[in-house]
């Protein structure tokens, strides 16, 4: 596809559940980052791929999350054993110049998102 | 640290009046900064960007902004509203790595 896919779009899960969200990302764009957003505020780094590896994952909030991209494409958050406070919108978004050259950066392009709610 | 504060969450002005997002930042370093949009159940959308080179920057359907070093401001601004324009606005920042920081959002009403 032309931008950035994620799916599902929507997810409702019971507290303690597994929960999985998908992002596909913009054909040759290397760099990919999550980010999620509570009601009411602005997205919060979460984590950020370069290729196939995790060059920084300080943003996740604890070791129930966790995300790959094993093929340097497609990538995968999961997150265990869910919490009501996990309720939120998942954000994915490629670039293909992640790295400052002179100050110099990329734009982001965002998928619509994946809206987890845990009841 | 960077961060990116946005200081109104909610504008509401009449369509055809002007637009004034404002956004503060906060760095150690020169930062690219950016204007995201999000209508609703959309992704984000760059509006525009500033990255060193002209302090007025031009975005997409009519906004601008302009980098203020001295007030480490970078406020958006369209002269004249449209329907259309009603969404979230998010300002944001990047110092030269890979970690783009938000800020809180502008929740923009256009009254007809």
């Known amino acids: 596809g032309a931008g950035v896919s994620q799916t599902p779009s929507n997810k409702v899960t019971e507290k303690g559940k597994y929960v999985e969200l998908r992002c596909d990302p913009i054909?040759?764009?290397?760099?990919l980052y999550w980010y999620r957003q509570s009601l009411g505020q602005g997205p919060e780094f979460l984590i950020y791929?370069?290729?196939?590896?995790?060059?920084?994952d300080s943003g996740l909030p604890n070791d129930r999350f966790f995300a790959v991209r094993p093929e340097g494409s497609v990538s995968t958050l999961k997150i265990q054993r869910t919490e009501r406070g996990d309720s939120a919108m998942y954000l994915c978004?490629?670039?293909?110049?992640?790295?400052?050259?002179?100050?110099?950066?990329?734009?982001?392009?965002f998928g619509e998102g994946s809206r987890l709610t845990v009841l | 640290a960077q961060s990116v504060t946005q200081l109104d969450s909610h504008v509401s002005v009449s369509e055809g009046t002007p637009v004034l997002l404002r956004c503060n930042y906060s760095s150690s370093y020169s930062p690219s900064l950016f204007w995201y949009v999000q209508h609703p159940n959309k992704g984000l959308q760059l509006l525009l960007k500033?990255?060193?080179?002209?302090?007025l920057v031009k975005g997409i359907n009519g906004f601008e902004a302009e980098f203020k070093k001295s007030e480490t401001s970078f406020h958006l601004t369209k002269p004249s509203a449209h329907m259309s324009d009603a969404a979230e606005y998010f300002c944001a920042s990047n110092t030269g790595g890979f970690k783009t920081i938000f800020g809180a959002g502008t929740r923009l009403f256009v009254k007809a």
């Open positions: 054909s040759g764009h290397t760099a």
């Open positions: 978004a490629s670039s293909y110049d992640p790295v400052a050259v002179g100050g110099i950066t990329g734009e982001l392009f």
């Open positions: 500033y990255t060193s080179a002209a302090t």
């Open positions: 791929f370069q290729g196939t590896g995790a060059a920084d």
